[in-house]
C-alpha cells in the first residue's frame, strides 16, 4: 500500500507547486524530498543524506532552479554546477592546474558528488580516483610505493603526494619540471622519523646533495643534472633486488646512457649513493677521506703556525728597527742600496698572472659547489648567469692551469738539460742553489727560522729560493697530480668510465674536493701572507709583477744568494737598465691588488661557510 502510496507524491509535488508558486518565487529553498520525488532513480536519498553535501539542499548547488514550476514544466535551462561557490581554495588550485588546461572539471574526478565521503586521508580513495584516467597499465600499482598504499601504509608516496590533490602541474623538462623530479622525493625521504618507523634508511638524501647532481640542484639549477627520478623512475620506484628495478645491476648501464650516452658497465659501478664516511660499506672511500682530511689538518696546522709565529716575530722586529731608527744606531750605508735587480724575467711574470687568473677562476667558479649551502654561493653561481657558465668558466680557468704546468715543465727541462750559464750536470742542477727542488740546505733554513721566531738567533738569510718558495712549487705538481687528474675524470667521465670503475669517480669527487680546499686555502692564507702579509712586505711585494728586485732588500733577504753572485762576478749581469713603467705598474699593481681582495674575500666566506656546517 505504501509503494503505492509514493507512486503519486511527485503529482502531489506538483499539483503543490502549481497552487503555491509564491512560495518558490519568494526564493524559499526547494525541500531535498521535493527533488528525490521525481530523482530517486538517479540517486539514493539515505546515501545523499550520509555523503559530505548531505546537509545541504539540493538548490545549494543547482542554483538555478528558483522556480519549481518552471522547472518540471522544463522552462528553466538546468546549468552544470559552480563547485567553486563553496569550495573556493580548491577552485583556485584547480584554476590554475594542468587540469583545467585541458578541461578537466571537478565532476570528472569528484563522479560520486552525491554519495561523497569524507575520505579521511585514505590515500587509496585518492589512488583510485586518479587511475581512472591514469596509469591504465598499473605501473604505479606494481611499484613498492602502490603496494605500500595498497597495502595501507599511509606513508608511502601516493598520487597526491607527488602532485597535489587539486594544484596539479604540468611536469615538463624546463626549471620547474626538472625541479619536479627531485623536489617531491625529498619531501618524504628527507623526513628522518618517517623513515625510520618504514625502515628506510634517509642516507639516499644526504649522499644525493653532497654529489654534484645535488649540489647544482640545491644551487637552483634542477635542469642541467639529473634528480632522483631521472635514476629511480616517477612511478615504477621498485627494489634494487627486483629484475624489473631501473637500478638493477642489469639495468643500471641503460639508465645511465640517458645523460652519459657512452656509459659502460664499469662506468656504471659509481657509487649514486656512496658515503665517504661509512666505513663498512664503502671502505675505499672512507680511507680516501680520512688521507685527504689528514693532509689537510697536517698541512694547515703546520703552516699556520708557522704564520701566527712569523706574524708575532716580524711585528716584534719592526718595533725592534724602529727604535734603532728613532735612536741613530741602526741603519748603515749600503751602496746603491736601492738600485734595481732582475730577480724574474718575463715569461717568469706572464706565468705568474697565469698561475693567479687561473686560480681565481677554479675559486670564484669552484667554490660556491663545494659550499652550496651558503647565500653567497648562490648569489655568485646566479652571477655567473647558472652553474652551466660556471662549469665553462671553471673548465677554461683548469686549461689555463695545464698551460702553465706544461711551461713549468718545459723549463725545468730547459732548466737540467739544456741550459749552458748553470754549472753541473742535472743531479747538481737539481739540488744547486738555482734549483726549487729541496736540498739540505732547507732543513738548516727551517732550523734557524724557528731559532728566530723564538728570539734564539738572528733572522736567517736566504739563496735565491726559500723553503716555503719551494713548497709552493712543489706543491704545484702534487696539486696537478691530485687536482688536475681527478679534474680531468671529472670532465670526462665517459672516457674515463671505459677504462676506470665507476667508483674511481667516487674517489675523485673526494680529492678534488678536499685538495680544492687545501689549495684555496692555503694561497688564501699561507701563500699570502708570505709573500705579501707579513711585516716586512706589507700590503704587497711587487717583485713577481716587475721582476726587480733593490739591493738593499736582497740583502736583507738573499744575501746567500748576492754573496754568491759576488763571488761569481755575475751581479751586474742582473742589474736593470731601467725601472718599469709608471702606466705598466699602475695596472699591474691594480691587477695585484684586485686579486689579493678577491682571494681574501673567498677566505673569510670559506671560513664562515665551515663555521656553520657548510661545504661537502
Given at each position: 500500500m505504501?509503494?503505492?502510496?509514493?507512486?503519486f507524491?511527485?503529482?502531489l509535488l506538483?499539483?503543490?507547486?502549481?497552487?503555491?508558486?509564491?512560495?518558490?518565487?519568494?526564493g524559499?529553498?526547494?525541500d531535498?524530498?521535493?527533488?528525490?520525488g521525481?530523482?530517486?532513480?538517479?540517486?539514493?536519498?539515505?546515501?545523499?543524506?550520509?555523503?559530505?553535501?548531505?546537509?545541504?539542499?539540493?538548490?545549494?548547488?543547482?542554483?538555478?532552479?528558483?522556480?519549481?514550476?518552471?522547472?518540471?514544466?522544463?522552462?528553466?535551462?538546468?546549468q552544470?554546477?559552480?563547485?567553486?561557490?563553496?569550495?573556493?581554495?580548491q577552485?583556485?588550485?584547480?584554476?590554475?592546474?594542468i587540469?583545467?588546461?585541458?578541461?578537466?572539471?571537478?565532476?570528472?574526478?569528484?563522479?560520486?558528488?552525491h554519495t561523497?565521503?569524507?575520505?579521511?586521508?585514505?590515500?587509496?580513495?585518492?589512488v583510485?580516483?586518479?587511475?581512472?584516467?591514469?596509469?591504465?597499465?598499473?605501473?604505479?600499482?606494481?611499484?613498492?610505493?602502490?603496494?605500500?598504499?595498497?597495502?595501507g601504509?599511509?606513508?608511502?608516496?601516493?598520487?597526491?603526494?607527488?602532485?597535489?590533490?587539486?594544484?596539479?602541474?604540468?611536469?615538463?623538462?624546463?626549471?620547474?619540471?626538472?625541479?619536479f623530479?627531485t623536489?617531491?622525493?625529498?619531501?618524504?625521504?628527507s623526513?628522518?622519523?618517517m623513515?625510520?618507523?618504514?625502515?628506510?634508511?634517509?642516507?639516499?638524501?644526504?649522499?644525493?646533495?653532497?654529489?654534484?647532481?645535488?649540489?647544482?640542484?640545491?644551487?637552483?639549477?634542477?635542469?642541467?643534472?639529473?634528480?632522483?627520478?631521472?635514476?629511480?623512475?616517477?612511478?615504477?620506484?621498485?627494489?634494487?633486488?627486483?629484475?624489473?628495478?631501473?637500478?638493477?645491476?642489469?639495468?643500471?648501464?641503460?639508465?645511465?646512457?640517458?645523460?652519459?650516452s657512452?656509459?659502460?658497465?664499469?662506468?656504471?659501478?659509481?657509487?649514486?649513493?656512496?658515503?665517504?664516511?661509512?666505513r663498512?660499506?664503502?671502505?675505499?672511500?672512507?680511507?680516501?677521506?680520512?688521507?685527504?682530511?689528514?693532509l689537510?689538518?697536517?698541512?694547515?696546522?703546520?703552516?699556520?703556525?708557522?704564520?701566527?709565529?712569523?706574524?708575532?716575530?716580524?711585528?716584534?722586529?719592526?718595533?725592534?728597527?724602529?727604535?734603532?731608527?728613532?735612536?741613530?744606531?741602526h741603519?748603515?750605508v749600503?751602496?746603491?742600496?736601492?738600485?734595481?735587480?732582475?730577480?724574474?724575467?718575463?715569461?717568469?711574470?706572464?706565468?705568474?698572472?697565469?698561475?693567479?687568473?687561473?686560480?681565481?677562476?677554479?675559486?670564484?667558479?669552484?667554490?660556491?659547489?663545494?659550499f652550496?649551502?651558503?647565500?653567497?654561493?648562490?648569489?655568485?653561481?646566479?652571477?655567473?648567469g647558472?652553474?652551466?657558465n660556471?662549469?665553462?668558466?671553471?673548465?677554461?680557468?683548469?686549461?689555463?692551469?695545464?698551460?702553465y704546468?706544461?711551461?713549468?715543465?718545459?723549463?725545468?727541462?730547459?732548466?737540467?738539460?739544456?741550459?749552458?750559464?748553470?754549472?753541473?750536470?742535472?743531479?747538481?742542477?737539481?739540488?744547486?742553489?738555482?734549483?726549487?727542488?729541496?736540498?739540505?740546505?732547507?732543513?738548516?733554513?727551517?732550523?734557524n727560522?724557528?731559532?728566530?721566531?723564538?728570539?734564539?738567533?738572528?733572522k736567517?738569510?736566504?739563496?735565491?729560493w726559500?723553503?716555503?718558495?719551494?713548497?709552493?712549487?712543489v706543491?704545484?705538481?702534487?696539486?696537478?697530480?691530485?687536482?688536475?687528474?681527478?679534474?680531468?675524470?671529472?670532465?670526462?667521465?665517459?672516457?674515463?668510465?671505459?677504462?676506470?670503475?665507476?667508483?674511481?669517480?667516487?674517489?675523485?669527487t673526494?680529492?678534488?674536493s678536499?685538495e680544492?680546499?687545501?689549495?684555496?686555502?692555503f694561497?688564501f692564507?699561507?701563500?699570502?701572507?708570505?709573500?705579501?702579509?707579513?711585516?716586512?712586505?706589507?700590503?704587497?711585494?711587487?717583485?713577481?709583477?716587475?721582476?726587480?728586485?733593490?739591493?738593499?732588500?736582497?740583502?736583507?733577504?738573499?744575501?746567500?744568494?748576492?754573496?754568491r753572485?759576488?763571488?761569481?762576478?755575475?751581479?751586474?749581469?742582473?742589474?736593470c737598465?731601467?725601472?718599469?713603467?709608471?702606466?705598466?705598474?699602475?695596472?699591474?699593481?691594480?691587477?695585484?691588488?684586485t686579486?689579493l681582495?678577491?682571494?681574501i674575500?673567498?677566505?673569510?666566506?670559506?671560513?664562515?661557510?665551515?663555521?656553520?656546517?657548510?661545504?661537502?
Open positions: 505504501l509503494s503505492k502510496l509514493c507512486r507524491i511527485p503529482f506538483l499539483f503543490v507547486a502549481i497552487a503555491f508558486p509564491a512560495a518558490a518565487e519568494q524559499m529553498a526547494i531535498p524530498a521535493t527533488c528525490l521525481c530523482h530517486s532513480n538517479k540517486m539514493s536519498a539515505h546515501d545523499f543524506a550520509a555523503s559530505v553535501h548531505g546537509k545541504n539542499a539540493c538548490t545549494s548547488c543547482h542554483v538555478d532552479i528558483t522556480d519549481l514550476a518552471k522547472h518540471m514544466r522544463k522552462e528553466i535551462k538546468v552544470k554546477v559552480q563547485c567553486e561557490r563553496c569550495h573556493k581554495k577552485n583556485a588550485e584547480h584554476y590554475s592546474s587540469h583545467a588546461e585541458k578541461g578537466v572539471t571537478c565532476a570528472e574526478c569528484h563522479t560520486d558528488i561523497h565521503k569524507y575520505w579521511k586521508n585514505d590515500k587509496r580513495i585518492a583510485a580516483t586518479c587511475i581512472k584516467c591514469h596509469d591504465k597499465e598499473a605501473i604505479y600499482q606494481k611499484s613498492i610505493h602502490g603496494k605500500g598504499v595498497a597495502a601504509n599511509m606513508d608511502s608516496a601516493a598520487c597526491e603526494d607527488c602532485h597535489n590533490l587539486h594544484a596539479i602541474q604540468k611536469v615538463g623538462k624546463d626549471h620547474n619540471g626538472r625541479e623530479h623536489k617531491v622525493c625529498l619531501k618524504c625521504h623526513d628522518e622519523k623513515m625510520a618507523r618504514n625502515n628506510v634508511t634517509n642516507v639516499a638524501v644526504k649522499s644525493y646533495m653532497e654529489s654534484y647532481h645535488g649540489k647544482n640542484y640545491r644551487l637552483g639549477f634542477p635542469e642541467k643534472v639529473a634528480g632522483c627520478a631521472d635514476c629511480h623512475t616517477a612511478h615504477s620506484v621498485l627494489p634494487k633486488s627486483d629484475p624489473l628495478s631501473s637500478v638493477n645491476p642489469a639495468n643500471v648501464v641503460k639508465q645511465c646512457a640517458q645523460c652519459h657512452k656509459a659502460t658497465p664499469l662506468f656504471a659501478q659509481f657509487y649514486a649513493h656512496g658515503e665517504m664516511t661509512d663498512k660499506n664503502y671502505p675505499i672511500l672512507f680511507y680516501t677521506f680520512v688521507a685527504m682530511t689528514g689537510l689538518v697536517s698541512t694547515f696546522g703546520v703552516f699556520w703556525i708557522h704564520t701566527l709565529l712569523w706574524m708575532f716575530r716580524g711585528f716584534v722586529e719592526n718595533r725592534e728597527k724602529a727604535d734603532s731608527l728613532a735612536a741613530g744606531t741603519h748603515h749600503i751602496p746603491d742600496a736601492h738600485k734595481q735587480y732582475r730577480r724574474f724575467n718575463r715569461l717568469h711574470i706572464f706565468l705568474h698572472l697565469l698561475v693567479i687568473t687561473s686560480f681565481l677562476l677554479l675559486s670564484l667558479t669552484g667554490l660556491p659547489l663545494k652550496n649551502t651558503q647565500a653567497w654561493a648562490h648569489t655568485l653561481m646566479n652571477l655567473y647558472g652553474a652551466a660556471a662549469a665553462i668558466l671553471h673548465r677554461i680557468g683548469a686549461a689555463i692551469t695545464f698551460v704546468f706544461g711551461s713549468a715543465l718545459a723549463m725545468s727541462i730547459n732548466f737540467l738539460f739544456i741550459r749552458k750559464d748553470i754549472k753541473g750536470n742535472w743531479i747538481q742542477r737539481l739540488f744547486g742553489p738555482d734549483s726549487l727542488c729541496f736540498n739540505l740546505r732547507d732543513i738548516k733554513d727551517v732550523y727560522m724557528v731559532r728566530w721566531f723564538f728570539f734564539k738567533g738572528s736567517p738569510t736566504f739563496e735565491r726559500t723553503y716555503w718558495e719551494k713548497f709552493d712549487f706543491a704545484v705538481f702534487w696539486g696537478m697530480f691530485a687536482i688536475g687528474g681527478s679534474g680531468l675524470m671529472l670532465w670526462f667521465p665517459e672516457f674515463f668510465g671505459m677504462f676506470l670503475p665507476g667508483w674511481a669517480f667516487n674517489i675523485a673526494i680529492v678534488h678536499d680544492a680546499l687545501l689549495a684555496t686555502g694561497i692564507s699561507v701563500h699570502f701572507f708570505n709573500t705579501h702579509g707579513r711585516p716586512e712586505k706589507f700590503p704587497m711585494d711587487f717583485v713577481i709583477f716587475n721582476g726587480q728586485i733593490g739591493k738593499e732588500e736582497m740583502l736583507d733577504e738573499r744575501g746567500d744568494q748576492w754573496k753572485y759576488e763571488e761569481e762576478g755575475i751581479t751586474e749581469q742582473f742589474a737598465k731601467k725601472t718599469s713603467g709608471v702606466v705598466y705598474d699602475f695596472l699591474v699593481k691594480g691587477f695585484g691588488f686579486a681582495f678577491i682571494g674575500s673567498l677566505l673569510l666566506l670559506m671560513i664562515v661557510a665551515i663555521m656553520g656546517g657548510g661545504g661537502h
